[in-house]
């Protein structure tokens, strides 16, 4: 039944059902489920008598009187309504709805939303409904929706109210002791209340029965993957102290109380005979990179092929780069595969000779860029994958791996430079085991960050043109390709013209953006990390862990426009070098004290801790990254009821692992996990 199209409710909702489905609406269980953003309280009804000016209340009253008429200049439409109750008149004026004078009728009884300006004898525009028991648009707790274009508050407000005619025929999704235990109300009276509610206790009642229910599903499901993977096979890799103790004090730099941490917890997950999913989430320049070579140099150890995955060719080459540095004294086989490049041990190979060596085992360790995956590479014994920038690859390409590999699942590690609060981290990625490097390596120069308002623009610049004029180079950041009227904020295309025309017209200068296709952007970044460009004006496109040592100046525009995690990851693109950096944030008009944390705190969890406060986890990260986080009604930062909700899921699985007892929990599963592959 509730399955059921919307145009099947009525011969209204059949009108509005197109419209509907530009909100991902299509099914009464998906009106049902669309809940509001916000409320307006209209409980308070009022005489007209006790109106003030800036109330905001409803008012009953009847017909006195109505008048349609045009303006004689602007020949608008008007209708003036004269209503009165027992303590005064007041009169409210629509445009271009003249069909008023089939609706009011003399004498005819009326709930109006008095917004109350100046003139208390006068309401613009109000909204109105005919006065019955249950009312829908006024006289109580008015729930406002997300809306697109052609639909309005009133016409999804009247949908839903019909669709939750349907609400008998939901089922209850939890099991009967959580909601017990947890007091939680029965879900019909929650998704009634959510949209309707009749006061705002059991509205606030309604908000924690269905955030509880959103956090528990996801919580479940992670659970249920970690289940699944359990039940995969992989071949273990065994642990190798010695060997890994002499190359670990090989290296020119002792690792961090973090990094070997990280290490130890990858180290044991390898060695089970299922497969890892772990997740390395590791501030800018934490030495993400050195901890999955610890990892890398044991599968060698255990005559085991690794596969190293990086988005694009420059990433994908720099890797291949400290790889080759690192392993170049032992006998181990590196191959880098991308689109231009086929090397093996540094040296030039044609594609099909790689892909041989790659199949044959010959190739020890394999870093290139997705073409891994989508060219369908043959390999004898991969055993472990490492995904640099772990949110580039989709659920889908991730899958595609284990077919490489005869059914035999390698372990995998991703691998971020987003820094990711623990509390965002538990909801978004459930499923992994997490390791987090939240330490510096000794001796990293700190970079000197400043906000800076508009009068002292011209101070930058120069100290920006000495800096070029002493050899090194600088990034500028923009949120926008071209320029917005509506936004008002910074352009790379506008600021590209003017650095290049009248701020710096002796510098090399060029732009980067996502318009620009995948060859291009790579030759602009070469060209630049081979300083044959001075600044580069980009969006937001600038890769993670892109190493320009020479890059010492990093200008943000229009900062505002950006989470604090983004802002610390451009911040993270200069300071790899020898030389002092410098990052500069320029906002569109006037500082924020989210902005100026900026200056004081270098700690991109710190920084992402705020940002999750104050914004959100699908402002922080946009929507490339968000698309987990898109929750109806849990708040990410109320850690009891995460943690509540987790418990509980865990104990299920515990409890009954295959989900024998709790058929509609596994219902649910299986739909939302049918396209999933359990790596």
């Known amino acids: 039944m509730l399955n059921q199209p919307i145009s099947a409710i009525n011969k209204y909702c059949k009108q509005l059902h197109k419209k509907l489905e530009k909100l991902n609406l299509f099914t009464i269980e998906d009106l049902l489920f669309y809940c509001p953003t916000r409320y307006e309280d209209y409980s308070n009804i009022k005489k007209i008598n006790e109106l003030k000016i800036n109330d905001i209340a409803t008012i009953k009253v009847k017909v006195k009187s109505l008048r349609n008429y045009n303006t004689p200049k602007q020949n608008k439409k008007i209708t003036d309504v004269v209503f009165y109750d027992e303590t005064d008149t007041i009169c409210a004026t629509w445009f271009n709805q003249w069909f008023l004078n089939k609706i009011m009728m003399p004498e005819t009884e009326f709930f109006l939303i008095a917004k109350v300006g100046y003139n208390k004898k006068e309401l613009i525009n109000p909204e109105y409904e005919k006065i019955n028991t249950n009312p829908t648009h006024t006289a109580r707790i008015i729930p406002i929706y997300p809306l697109t274009y052609g639909i309005s508050q009133k016409q999804i407000r009247t949908v839903i109210k019909a669709a939750l005619n349907y609400v008998?025929?939901?089922?209850?999704?939890?099991?009967?002791?959580?909601?017990?235990?947890?007091?939680?109300?029965?879900?019909?009276?929650?998704?009634?209340?959510?949209?309707?509610?009749?006061?705002?206790?059991?509205?606030?009642?309604?908000?924690?029965?269905?955030?509880?229910?959103?956090?528990?599903?996801?919580?479940?499901k992670n659970f249920w993957l970690k289940k699944g993977r359990e039940n995969s096979k992989a071949t273990k890799i065994i642990f190798k102290e010695k060997e890994t103790k002499i190359f670990v004090d090989s290296l020119p730099f002792k690792l961090t109380d973090a990094q070997r941490k990280a290490s130890w917890e990858i180290l044991q997950d390898i060695k089970n005979p299922y497969p890892m999913n772990r997740m390395l989430n590791g501030d800018v320049g934490s030495g993400k990179t050195l901890v999955s070579a610890i990892a890398i140099y044991n599968t060698f150890l255990s005559n085991l092929q690794s596969a190293l995955l990086s988005p694009t060719e420059i990433l994908a080459t720099q890797h291949y780069n400290s790889f080759y540095n690192w392993f170049n004294k032992y006998e181990i086989n590196i191959a880098l595969l991308t689109r231009n490049f086929s090397l093996f041990n540094n040296e030039k190979i044609t594609k099909t000779a790689l892909l041989e060596k790659i199949k044959n085992g010959e190739a020890n360790i394999i870093i290139g860029t997705h073409a891994i995956i989508q060219e369908k590479i043959k390999f004898k014994k991969l055993s472990l994958v490492i995904i640099d920038e772990q949110h580039r690859f989709g659920v889908e390409q991730r899958g595609r791996l284990?077919?490489?590999?005869?059914?035999?699942?390698?372990?995998?590690?991703?691998?971020?430079?987003?820094?990711?609060?623990?509390?965002?981290?538990?909801?978004?990625?459930?499923?992994?085991?997490?390791?987090?490097?939240?330490?510096?390596?000794?001796?990293?120069?700190?970079?000197?960050?400043?906000?800076?308002?508009?009068?002292?623009?011209?101070?930058?610049?120069?100290?920006?043109?000495?800096?070029?004029?002493?050899?090194?180079?600088?990034?500028?950041?923009?949120?926008?390709?071209?320029?917005?009227?509506?936004?008002?904020?910074?352009?790379?295309?506008?600021?590209?013209?003017?650095?290049?025309?009248?701020?710096?017209?002796?510098?090399?200068?060029?732009?980067?953006?996502?318009?620009?296709?995948?060859?291009?952007?790579?030759?602009?970044?070469?060209?630049?990390?081979?300083?044959?460009?001075?600044?580069?004006?980009?969006?937001s496109v600038i890769e993670v862990g892109i190493d320009i040592p020479n890059a010492t100046i990093m200008m943000i525009e229009g900062a505002e426009r950006f989470g604090l995690a983004q802002l610390h990851q451009f911040r993270g693109r200069v300071g790899r070098g020898a030389h002092q950096s410098y990052c500069f944030i320029f906002p569109t008009e006037h500082s924020t004290e989210r902005l100026n944390a900026m200056e004081r705190i270098l700690d991109g969890f710190k920084l992402a801790e705020i940002d999750l406060k104050l914004r959100g986890p699908g402002n922080m990260y946009g929507k490339e990254q968000s698309g987990k986080l898109n929750f109806k009604l849990a708040d990410i930062n109320d850690t009891f009821l995460i943690k509540n909700t987790r418990d509980c899921a865990n104990n299920i699985i515990k409890k009954d692992p295959e989900l024998t007892g709790y058929p509609y929990l596994k219902k649910y599963l299986s739909r939302e996990l049918q396209n999933i592959h359990l790596e």
């Open 168 to 220: 008998e025929y939901l089922k209850e999704r939890l099991p009967e002791e959580i909601i017990k235990n947890n007091k939680l109300i029965e879900i019909k009276k929650a998704v009634q209340n959510i949209h309707f509610p009749s006061s705002e206790e059991i509205r606030l009642k309604s908000l924690q029965r269905l955030a509880f229910d959103e956090l528990f599903l996801i919580n479940l």
């Open 402 to 539: 284990s077919s490489l590999t005869n059914k035999i699942s390698p372990h995998l590690l991703s691998m971020t430079a987003t820094p990711i609060p623990r509390t965002l981290a538990l909801i978004m990625y459930g499923d992994l085991n997490i390791s987090i490097l939240d330490e510096m390596p000794k001796g990293r120069t700190l970079i000197k960050t400043s906000v800076v308002n508009a009068e002292k623009r011209l101070t930058f610049y120069n100290f920006i043109k000495k800096e070029i004029e002493a050899g090194r180079q600088a990034f500028v950041i923009c949120p926008l390709i071209d320029e917005s009227d509506k936004l008002g904020v910074k352009s790379v295309t506008n600021e590209y013209k003017k650095l290049n025309e009248i701020i710096f017209p002796n510098f090399k200068i060029a732009m980067l953006h996502g318009k620009l296709k995948a060859k291009e952007k790579e030759e602009i970044m070469q060209k630049f990390k081979n300083n044959k460009i001075n600044i580069l004006v980009s969006t």
